[in-house]
C-alpha cells in the first residue's frame, strides 16, 4: 500500500524558513521520482517541484519558487525534503508529496495522497 507521511509544516512569520519531510512506502522509492504539491486557499492543488530517483535534477514551477525552495531527498530514509526559504504569505497552504511519472511531467503517480502538512506564513 502506497503511503505518504508529511511533516514540518507550521506558522511562521514572512522571511523565515521551514523544512518539509515526506517519508513514502508501498513502492520502489530510490528510483521514483519524487514532487511536493501545495493547495493554496481557493485555488487548486499546483505542483511546487520535483526530483529524479537519483537526487541529480530537479525541477521548479516557477522561477519565484526556484529562487527560494529546495527540493532533496534521502533514499535511505525514503524522504523527500522541501527547503523553504523567504517564506511569502502567498505560500501559505497545504503541502504534499507524491511520486510524479517522470521528471518529463508533474502529473502524480499515485491516486492516493497523504495528509499533507499546513503552512501558514503570517504575522
Given at each position: 500500500?502506497?503511503?505518504?507521511?508529511?511533516?514540518?509544516?507550521?506558522?511562521?512569520?514572512?522571511?523565515?524558513?521551514?523544512?518539509?519531510s515526506?517519508?513514502a512506502?508501498g513502492?520502489?522509492f530510490?528510483?521514483?521520482?519524487m514532487g511536493?504539491?501545495?493547495?493554496?486557499p481557493?485555488k487548486e492543488?499546483?505542483?511546487v517541484?520535483?526530483?529524479?530517483?537519483?537526487?541529480?535534477?530537479t525541477d521548479?514551477a516557477?522561477?519565484?519558487?526556484k529562487?527560494r525552495?529546495t527540493i532533496s531527498r534521502d533514499?535511505?530514509?525514503?524522504?523527500?525534503?522541501?527547503q523553504?526559504?523567504g517564506l511569502?504569505?502567498?505560500?501559505?497552504?497545504?503541502?504534499?508529496?507524491?511520486a510524479?511519472?517522470s521528471?518529463?511531467?508533474?502529473?502524480?503517480?499515485?491516486g492516493s495522497?497523504?495528509?499533507?502538512t499546513h503552512?501558514?506564513?503570517?504575522?
Open positions: 500500500q502506497v503511503r505518504f507521511g508529511e511533516s514540518g509544516g507550521g506558522l511562521v512569520q514572512p522571511g523565515e524558513s521551514l523544512r518539509l515526506c517519508v512506502s513502492f520502489e530510490d528510483i521514483a521520482p511536493w504539491y501545495r493547495h493554496r481557493g492543488r499546483e505542483w517541484a520535483r526530483i529524479s530517483g537519483n537526487g541529480v535534477s521548479y516557477d522561477d519565484d519558487v529562487g525552495f533514499n535511505a530514509k525514503n524522504t523527500v525534503y522541501l523553504m526559504n511569502k504569505p502567498e505560500d501559505t497552504g497545504k503541502y504534499q508529496c507524491n510524479v511519472r521528471m518529463s511531467t508533474h502529473a502524480v503517480r499515485f495522497w497523504g495528509q499533507g503552512v501558514t506564513v503570517a504575522l
